[in-house]
């Protein structure tokens, strides 16, 4: 229908190093990811095999779906909780070769659950460029408990861009509710988030904000642009959220008529 105009224009296409979008995959099928995939790659740029489940899989099918989505110009990753149980176990390094066996072209270091000091995951970050990974990293906790300070964010932040990090995740779960700069209710922690982009400063482009709520995707486009990065975003709310990003849903539509007159005039 190219008559219309996006509403809300700008949109960066691929490839592209900004308004990306990470989807979470929780176990879809080989079926499923091929007609997911067949529809919405122009829109994802990785999929994160959530979890530990890489774990789980059949060798031979989570080799052919890494494969897969590969062969859309997506990039396939393990979530971040396999790292951290490779280095409960004393097994990093190993676990890195196995990922790079297996085809996976990225692979994130978090510690959301373990402890991690900071000479180890500066440490990780190295070995993971070293040995050619795109390397995410994620900040923030898990448990709502040891939610960090604005001042321990920082301290990890500047570590893991100085570090050599490409993009830092900033934790929301699946949920995004209760979580480092999410409420219990889905909202935001305005204060953390401006201390977020206070720090980030002229690399806020490297943040991904896992945002698994529409009223939060609209928080961040509103706030940051429709080039924003957004992750934790199930499949079926990828066409959803690209819509938002283009002005094509109400609560995105009204930012292109802000300014002017909503009122249509009769013809």
């Not at 951290?84 to 990922?99: G, S, T």
């Amino acid at each position: 229908m190219g008559y219309l105009k996006f509403p809300l224009e700008g949109r960066r296409e691929k490839p592209r190093s900004t308004g990306l979008t990470m989807v979470i995959d929780k176990g879809v099928g080989l079926a499923a990811l091929t007609d997911f995939l067949e529809l919405n790659w122009p829109y994802v740029d990785f999929i994160k095999f959530s979890f530990g489940t890489s774990l789980i899989y059949p060798k031979k099918i989570l080799q052919e779906k890494i494969e897969l989505i590969k062969s859309y110009d997506v990039t396939p990753y393990p979530g971040g909780t396999l790292f951290e149980i490779a280095v409960a176990q004393n097994k990093m390094e190993e676990y890195f070769r196995k990922l790079k066996k297996l085809g996976f072209p990225a692979l994130e270091i978090s510690d959301g659950t373990i402890k991690l000091p900071v000479s180890l995951r500066k440490e990780a970050i190295r070995l993971a460029r070293s040995a050619g990974f795109l390397v995410l990293t994620e900040v923030g906790k898990k448990d709502e408990a040891e939610n960090l300070s604005l001042t321990e964010t920082a301290r990890i932040l500047e570590a893991d861009l100085l570090a050599g990090a490409d993009y830092i995740i900033i934790e929301g779960r699946e949920s995004g509710k209760g979580i480092f700069i999410y409420n219990l209710d889905g909202s935001i922690n305005l204060e953390l988030f401006k201390g977020i982009l206070a720090i980030a400063g002229e690399r806020r482009e490297q943040i991904i904000w896992e945002a698994p709520l529409k009223k939060q995707q609209v928080f961040f486009i509103r706030e940051l642009g429709i080039n924003v990065n957004l992750g934790n975003i199930l499949p079926e709310e990828v066409m959803a959220l690209e819509a938002l990003r283009r002005g094509l849903r109400g609560d995105t539509f009204k930012m292109s008529l802000e300014g002017s007159s909503s009122t249509i005039k009769a013809t």
